[in-house]
């Protein structure tokens, strides 16, 4: 096994990285610019610019991995809407040239997608549940999707790892996520503003790190839902957190996501039916309040 790790600098590349390192996985770290992994070693990590489609095939057939797990994507939903273009390259076309290219190989094929695919209106969600996207950065993640479940090839050396929410701690990072920032703000005693009419399972960056990996090590196919365990409300996620961190006086105001003016658009309500994977990766999601003293302990640890 040789596992070909796209995003690597990103929290869930990371993560994996990890993971490989810990049970002597092999692998291929790649992210733009520089290695900004400390726990990566330089010898494992090649830089890589997805918009250098050339490059990409290139790169899977000098290494020749058994296994691509791509998690790197343009994410920001917002930016995507004002940039539809940049969005469809960085999402469709690089998954579609590593598609190509594990497929000449014979390798398996990981990708990493999300809850946005479905409109929001009848979750929890089931794998075979059909797609609705409301966004730009939403359509590129079933368009991306699309290429593996109507390959005229009809290859069938792939999966889907659909997500939501992630977060956790790691080096480097561009961007925060929604606990790290309540574990920061809430003892601190700043008001919160949060919406209460949009519903997710927040998923733990290590816990799907396991999923992924499980996917490829047990020879895996098809469509994979990979989430937290509970379904909330954004504003009982911050609570959740608080409870976590013993505190009492949260301030914490409630507002409609009407009035953020967001350029795309959010589905209400998704959350995954997880049994599947439950059944055939072992996943076992940690929940919020669980996932909290280990985040307590890692900030230390990456500061």
Known sequence: MKILITGSNGLLGQKIVKRCLKHAIPFVATSKGANRNPECPNDHYISLDLLQTDELHQLVLDQKPTAIIHTAAL????????????????????????????????????LVSTDFVFDGENGPYKEEDTVNPLSVYAHSKVDAEHLLLTDPENYKNWSIARTIIVYGTGFGLSRSNMILWAMEALPKGEL???????????TWADDLAYGCVEIVKRNQTGIFHLSGPKPRAIDQIVEEV???????????????????????KRPPRTGFDLSKAEKLLDY???DIQETIPLLQKELIHYR
């Open 75 to 110: 994410t920001n939903v917002d930016y995507c809407e004002d940039h539809p273009e940049e969005c469809h390259q960085v999402n469709v076309i690089s998954t579609k040239v590593l598609y190509e290219a594990a497929k000449s190989i014979h390798a398996h094929f990981e």
């Open 284 to 286: 076992h999601p940690m």
């Open 242 to 264: 608080g409870k976590a961190l013993q505190l009492t006086d949260l301030k914490i105001e409630t507002i409609s996501s009407t009035t953020l003016n967001q350029a795309a």
């Open 192 to 202: 919160m503003k949060l919406v209460d009419d949009q519903f997710r399972a927040p």
